[in-house]
């Protein structure tokens, strides 16, 4: 029963506080596969945001890290500082 055209039915989802002929054992049980069902979905949620942010947070730092290797050797004003200072040796 319940099979059409070669096909299973879906399960039919049930409310187990109004489901007869259930023990309080079983409606225990079924509680808990929820829950760890829940749980595992947040933990598969959870690790795509933490990859996101991981990602995130890396580009980030190579950014800075690339501006300040640019910054730097864009710097000539310690050159300019050498080339006084040779300038006043050569005239002392």
Do not use: C
């Not at 399960?11 to 187990?16: E, L």
């Not at 996101?52 to 950014?63: C, F, Y």
């Not at 000539?76 to 002392?92: H, I, M, N, S, V």
Request: proline fraction near 4%.
């Amino acid at each position: 029963p319940g099979e059409q055209g070669g096909e299973a039915a879906f399960a039919r989802r049930i409310d187990p506080e109004r489901e007869p002929g259930l023990s309080p054992e079983q409606r225990r049980l079924m509680a808990e596969v929820e829950r760890a069902q829940w749980h595992r979905a947040m933990q598969r949620r959870l690790r795509g945001r933490n990859a996101l942010l991981a990602l995130g947070i890396g580009a980030v730092a190579l950014g800075i890290y690339g501006y300040t290797f640019y910054s730097v050797s864009q710097e000539r004003f310690l050159d300019e500082l050498e080339q006084e200072a040779k300038a006043a040796r050569a005239r002392a």
